[in-house]
Every structure is written in structure tokens, then in C-alpha cells.
């Protein structure tokens, strides 16, 4: 029989923390939709891996037997992919919104005329991964927005702040304003990303710029920029970078500056390496790239 590896290591993460939210957080999943899959994987192999309690999640027998044997394989799939990339001489970027990226584009051109025997991708990425694909190892680096989760893990560079505004029904009351108090906004429903972008998620719903008397209403949840337009032209609010104003756009939702709100910081992340790794062969061109790309995104020539 033939498994997704996307299903061992749903199965590897609930074995390691032991319970579904853990491994939901971890996955950047909702709990329902691991649960699902997990069920998936037990119903394709014809054996329960777990033990389901109040608990938590507890391996059967058959299941610390598959434990013993996915883990190993999975290092090997994730080698086998490290290697084919080296192999191949290929370079990922991931990102999560255009306005961020900036001139990117541009940097992986004049990369690619220098650097002819290397290919760069970019990878946008929704926001139920706000690591742009440098949690699950799909990318060598990342522009992304801070925070996200797991951020300590990896190395970041800081590289420009972006003021955060609010995008309105057009038929609020608020949309006739040139600029909004984000006092205004809380008792509003907000559109939220999921709950396990932990910290991310808060930002967007500017959790650290209100007060413990006003807690966030949640009037929809989604990972994906249209459905966000959409939830918004429904009769929510959202808080978003100022550059959502030039790239998102719908007939029925404005853009409006906020006061008393954080701005949004914009910074370059990579997994972090042994110092004895420095420099050597497929990391120093990336080096060279990530240089490239933070000197351009900071204001740099």
C-alpha cells in the first residue's frame, strides 16, 4: 500500500506530543483536520495506533511498533529531498504576501545573470503557516512577518517596519474616515487566522494594543487572502499592512489607516547552522542570496 509522508508525519507529531492540540499547534493544523487524517492513516493500515482519553493520545502497541520505523524513514525521505535539492543546485524563498517581498523579484533576477548555474523559486505560502514554509523544511529561507511561531528556532534578521491599517466594509460607518482610532475598532468583529498561528494570529487581531476589558470578537476565521476579502465585504474587519492597499483589492472593502496601533515587522529567516557549516559550498550561495535580498528589502543599493 501506498501512504502520504504528509500522513507520517501528522502520525510522528501526535506521537511525540502526545495529544491533538500539541501536534495541531506544531503542524500549524486545525485539531478536526488532524483528527481526521490520523483516523485516515489508522483506517488505511487496518490497526488503531492510538488510545484516545481525556488525557491525551496514547500509542497502541502496533502504534509504538509504526513509531519505531516512521521516524527513521522520515529522516531519510527528508535527506533524500536535501540531497536532490543540492543536486539540483535549487534555491527556495518563501513568502506570504507580496507587500512584504517588495523588490524580491528583482534580486533573484540579478542573482539568477550572476549566478547561472543556480535556479531560485519563490513560494508564496497562506496563512496557516506564518513561517512561509520554514517549519516543515520547504524552504531555505524566508520574508516573513513577525512574529510566528517557533521564530526562536530559526535565525532572523529584522530588516523594516510597515505600518498596519484596517480594511472595512465599504458601507461602514468608519470608511468615510481618513484615519481610524484603533479604539473604534474593538468591539468589531474581527477576521482571524487559526488558532494555531498562536502569537501571529494575536497580531493580526492586535491583541497587544487593547485593553483586557475589550477582548477580541472573532466574526470569521480563514487562511486564504480572498476568503479574508470576502469575510471583510461580509461585514467583518481586519487589520492589515499598509501595502495591502496596492495589492489586495475588492469592490466592496476600503483601506484605512489606523492610530494606536504597533506597526508590522518585516524580517528575513533561516534555519540556523553550526558554525563549522559557515560558508561552505551550497550555504554560501545561499548567503549570498539571503545578503542580496535583506540589503534590498532594508533600503539598501
Keep these: 500500500m501506498d501512504v502520504d509522508t504528509r500522513l507520517l508525519r501528522y502520525f510522528a507529531a501526535v506521537a511525540e506530543e502526545g495529544s491533538l492540540t500539541g501536534a495541531a499547534q506544531r503542524l500549524f493544523v486545525s485539531q478536526p483536520a488532524l483528527t ?5 492513516l489508522e483506517d488505511d493500515l487496518g490497526v488503531r495506533l492510538f488510545t484516545r482519553s481525556r488525557s491525551g493520545m496514547v500509542l497502541t502497541e502496533p502504534g509504538r511498533a509504526f513509531a519505531s520505523r516512521v521516524s527513521p524513514l522520515l529522516d531519510g525521505w527528508d535527506e533524500a529531498v536535501r540531497a536532490t535539492g543540492r543536486a539540483a543546485r535549487v534555491l527556495r ?7 512584504a517581498v517588495g523588490v524580491v523579484p528583482e534580486v533573484i533576477t540579478a542573482f539568477r545573470r550572476a ?6 523559486e519563490l513560494r508564496q ?3 496557516s503557516d506564518p513561517s512561509a514554509g520554514l517549519a516543515r523544511g520547504e524552504v531555505d529561507a524566508a520574508v516573513v512577518r513577525l512574529p510566528f511561531p517557533g521564530q526562536d528556532s530559526f535565525a532572523v534578521q529584522e530588516l523594516f517596519a510597515e505600518e498596519r491599517g484596517v480594511l472595512l466594509p465599504a458601507r461602514h460607518a ?3 474616515r481618513e484615519t481610524v482610532d484603533f479604539r473604534e475598532l474593538w468591539d468589531e468583529p474581527f477576521v482571524a487566522a487559526g488558532a494555531g498561528t498562536g502569537a501571529w494570529r494575536d497580531h493580526w487581531l492586535g491583541a497587544e494594543d487593547r485593553d483586557d476589558e475589550h477582548p477580541v470578537r472573532v466574526g470569521a476565521v480563514t487562511s486564504r487572502p480572498d476568503e479574508w476579502l470576502g469575510a471583510v465585504a461580509g461585514g467583518n474587519v481586519a487589520l492589515a499592512p499598509a501595502s495591502a492597499a496596492r495589492f489586495y483589492a475588492h469592490p466592496d472593502v476600503v483601506f484605512r489607516p489606523v492610530r494606536g496601533l ?3 515587522r518585516v524580517a528575513l529567516a533561516r534555519p540556523r547552522r553550526r558554525g563549522r557549516e559557515q560558508g561552505q559550498g551550497r550555504d554560501a550561495v545561499l548567503d549570498e542570496l539571503v545578503r542580496a535580498v535583506a540589503r534590498r528589502l532594508s533600503g539598501g543599493p
Design 125 to 127: 505560502f497562506d496563512w
Design 36 to 40: 481526521k487524517q490520523i483516523r485516515r
Design 174 to 176: 468608519l470608511a468615510t
Design 93 to 99: 524563498l518563501g513568502f506570504l504576501d507580496a507587500g
Design 115 to 120: 549566478r547561472p548555474e543556480w535556479r531560485v
Design 262 to 264: 504597533s506597526p508590522t
